[in-house]
């Protein structure tokens, strides 16, 4: 948030009983808005049951007199809140443990991509290896580059695929992109990930990460189980399995916000003391490819 201090008519006022800042329709806690294209937040302030409306600046937000205290104090509060970040990875844990219980589904469509080495089935993206991860990467055919947060993503999985050849996975992205808009942009990019092309195939639109005009107008597109994507093509990850006579098997898939988890540099904006900092309304607007950030 902006912190425990705000201007009110030129004054700076700290946050007391008789000053509360509501976050929320119901006063629960979320990041104030962003208002209009100014760098500014959209703050509701109640001061003795009046509410009162304030544009505070935004981008990059201030903390002001955030709680100090001791080594001792600090060393006791960092205690306690270590008991709920072990509880929270035991959770986590058992998440992860129920998630590889689901049941698979066998994929018998044969898909054909265009790869760097030409034509390839889904069987032979797994390499020699029985475990395959696919990130659904936003590149429209008519576009001229991939989509800004999905290069986002792919600054953060780029450098990991030797670590998951040893774990038995192999990892690829694929889009509806052609190979000749690819493979220029990844070079740009300085990626060195395998990246396929769709185009020739429905793999995009049976995974629901891709979706046709009429689906979009007549709202039949489903999108992460439930929801209308509001794009012709969104991202998302999928995994396979292939066994031994080699069938392969469709075995989870996660969409929008579920592959949060797969973005490294959020985990770590996570612990920082201003958090994420993002517009709820347009979370990555912030978001510009790496090469494109003002120096």
Not at 14 to 29: M, Q, Y
Not at 102 to 117: E, I, M, S
Request: with cysteine.
């Amino acid at each position: 948030m902006l912190g425990d201090s705000i201007e009110r008519n030129g004054e700076s006022i700290n946050k007391t009983s008789d000053v509360g800042v509501a976050l929320g329709e119901h006063g629960e806690d979320r990041p104030a808005c962003r208002i209009g294209n100014g760098a500014v937040d959209l703050v509701q302030l109640v001061f003795n049951q009046t509410v009162e409306y304030y544009h505070a600046p935004r981008c990059m937000m201030t903390i002001k007199n955030h709680p100090v205290v001791s080594r001792e104090k600090w060393l006791s509060e960092r205690k306690k809140f270590l008991a709920k970040e072990k509880e929270f990875t035991r959770l986590r844990d058992d998440l992860s443990r129920q998630r590889r219980e689901l049941p698979w589904v066998k994929v018998d469509k044969k898909y054909v991509f265009d790869g760097p080495k030409g034509k390839e089935a889904l069987a032979d993206l797994f390499e020699n290896r029985s475990q395959l991860i696919v990130y659904h990467f936003m590149f429209n055919p008519e576009w001229t580059e991939g989509c800004p947060s999905c290069s986002f993503w792919a600054d953060n999985f780029n450098d990991i695929t030797v670590h998951l050849n040893q774990r038995d996975v192999t990892f690829v992205a694929i889009s509806r992109a052609p190979l000749a808009k690819i493979e220029p942009f990844r070079k740009r990019m300085g990626w060195s990930f395998k990246w396929l092309s769709s185009s020739q195939n429905d793999f995009n639109y049976d995974y629901h990460v891709s979706f046709t005009p009429e689906q979009l107008e007549n709202g039949s597109a489903i999108y992460n189980y439930s929801m209308n994507p509001g794009f012709e093509d969104r991202e998302g990850t999928s995994v396979f399995y292939k066994d031994a006579s080699g069938a392969v098997f469709h075995t989870y898939s996660c969409y929008a916000r579920g592959i949060d988890m797969m973005n490294t540099a959020y985990h770590y904006l996570d612990l920082v003391p201003k958090g994420r900092d993002e517009n709820p309304q347009s979370s990555q607007d912030w978001v510009r490819y790496h090469d494109r950030y003002e120096v």
